[in-house]
């Protein structure tokens, strides 16, 4: 793990932020990776980050991040806990995000969940409706849009979508993008992203879900 953490943010350029995603690794290997320098972990689905928070409380620095899709009745579990979520697709979304962190005093720091490939099948909102979406973020209190994420169709050649995904987060006048796995990271970085998901690459193989 230490190695492949070294090796992995040696070729890192300054500025690009690692997220450790850790979706259905045990907490040990989280411990492991924190021991090795690694503060930034992403999670999909949220009762599995409930209670590898809660088993991994004693770990200063954690930066949690939410990279999964979220129905809204599981934001009870994240608010005031998560730093980054990067999957906000939908103003309903938005509204109870909102309503969780300002009751516990908080901020959430969100991207915008793109859907560049028009998949009918995978969460994210059209590019085109993309501007309405930032406008309703940037009304409700406890939230900062921060920038705009992206995955790419699996049989598509990557770059095109991640260079769509940047001109877009410049015309939306917003900072980040969070962009970029296992098998794309190096390509998504060329055209930009400061954020890069990276599980398998670090981990290894994940195991099953219970």
Avoid at 42 to 49: L, P, R, S
Avoid at 126 to 131: S, T, V, Y
Avoid at 137 to 154: D, H, K, N, S, T
Wanted: hydrophobic letters at 50%.
């Amino acid at each position: 793990m230490a190695a492949r953490l070294a090796a992995l943010t040696a070729r890192l350029p300054a500025g690009v932020t690692l997220v450790a995603v850790s979706k259905t690794q045990p907490p040990e290997a989280i411990r492991e990776a924190h021991a090795a320098g690694q503060r930034h972990f992403g999670e999909n689905y949220a009762q599995e980050w409930r209670d590898k928070a809660e088993a991994l409380s004693d770990l200063p620095g954690l930066v949690w991040h939410f990279v999964g899709a979220l129905q809204t009745n599981k934001v009870k579990y994240l608010a005031g806990r998560v730093a980054y979520l990067h999957t906000l697709d939908r103003v309903e979304l938005a509204r109870e995000l909102s309503r969780r962190f300002a009751a516990a005093g908080a901020v959430a720091r969100v991207f915008l969940e793109i859907n560049l490939g028009g998949e009918a099948r995978k969460a994210g909102c059209a590019p085109e409706a993309a501007p309405a979406l930032l406008a309703a973020v940037r009304a409700l209190p406890a939230l900062e849009a921060v920038g705009l994420m992206c995955i790419p169709p699996p049989e598509d050649d990557p770059v095109p979508h991640f260079r769509a995904l940047r001109a877009l987060r410049d015309r939306l006048g917003l900072a980040e993008l969070s962009m970029g796995m296992s098998g794309d990271w190096e390509r998504a970085v060329a055209e930009g992203a400061t954020f890069v998901r990276v599980g398998t690459a670090l981990f290894g193989e994940r195991p099953p879900r219970p």
